[in-house]
């Protein structure tokens, strides 16, 4: 991946964050439509699905794989739990695009571990070496995100990261899972990380979050102020519950305030308008009249 300071990479998450929207399903048809259409738009990462959840799943993911990977196109990737089985099916789902990625991710925050995956720090500080190891032996694109990031102890935060990175995760993702955090808090995060964990130069920072507070575009901005460099997002905002950061909001804000902002990325722009609606009717889901940048009334 591109270590360029002032190149920010664009992950889409819309196939699979962006799918989980309730009654936003999608047939292999539209999302085949859609990647097609987020390639062109010149996305950098298309996160095609979770290929363990379902056989459907991970059908799309392998035919996206084999249609829409290119030697000059985006890379694919698959979502996968840090177990064996999970990743073994997210190899096998992308590995027919040239460029191929496999995200894995564990819960970090105490709520989660207590909670969510019933397992204690110590567990996951032997999973993550484990899983990144295994991962890695299957393809060299390997992301790995700290699920519930932003409620994480910072100390414990910077040693998963750290081992992650040392068994060979290339792009560290921070999450917003919750969309509690606000922009300062956000950005602070971003920049301990970069503080706090020796091998962080290794690695692409990348950030993921949710719009429940409406602060997901603001987060990001403050966050690529403080070094990351690969921001994931979904067209309209789609997602679960408030949705995700908007694509369209990101890349225009960076175009727009370049004095502030002084990035660049891969999207070709004029094609923002197209995408929102291949989406927009896809998923059923229409785009609200004063939606900033792609509604109706904003043009």
């Known amino acids: 991946m591109s270590k360029d300071p002032g190149r920010i990479l664009i992950f889409d998450t819309t196939l699979r964050d962006g799918e989980q929207s309730p009654g936003a399903s999608l047939n292999l048809e539209e999302k085949l439509a859609i ?62 695009a040239p460029k191929k990625r496999i995200h894995t991710f564990i819960a970090t925050s105490d709520i989660h571990l207590k909670h969510k995956l019933k397992k204690s720090r110590k567990d996951v500080l032997q999973i993550v070496p484990e899983m990144v190891n ?12 700290c699920e519930d990031a932003s409620r994480s ?42 503080k706090n964990v020796p091998n962080i130069d290794e690695a692409v920072i990348s950030v993921h979050g949710h719009n429940d507070l409406g ?32 694509l369209e909001e990101i890349v225009m804000a960076i175009k727009t305030r370049d004095d502030l902002l002084p990035y660049e990325t891969g999207i070709k722009t004029e094609l923002i308008s197209k995408a929102s609606k291949i989406v927009s ?19």
């Open 35 to 96: 990647a097609h259409q987020l390639a062109r738009l010149g996305v950098d990462v298309i996160e095609a699905g979770f290929p363990f959840a379902s056989p459907g799943d991970f059908k799309a993911v392998n035919k996206i794989a084999n249609a829409v990977g290119k030697e000059n196109g985006p890379i694919i990737c698959g979502l996968a739990r840090a177990s064996k089985g999970d990743i073994k099916a997210c190899y096998e789902a992308v590995s027919p």
């Open 134 to 145: 295994y991962a890695k032996s299957l393809v060299d694109d390997i992301e790995f995100s």
């Open 153 to 194: 102890d910072p100390d414990f935060l910077y040693e998963v990261i750290q081992l992650a990175i040392s068994a060979g995760a290339t792009t560290i993702n921070i999450p917003d899972t919750v969309g509690f955090t606000t922009p300062s808090e956000f950005g602070k995060l971003i920049a301990d990380i970069n």
């Open 215 to 246: 602060l997901a575009v603001a987060n990001f901005l403050e966050a690529v102020k403080n070094g990351a460099r690969q921001l994931e997002c979904t067209i309209n905002g789609i997602g679960e519950r408030a949705g995700n950061a908007a």
């Open 281 to 299: 009717n896809a998923t059923g889901f229409p785009v609200q009249f004063n939606k900033a940048i792609v509604g109706k009334n904003a043009f």
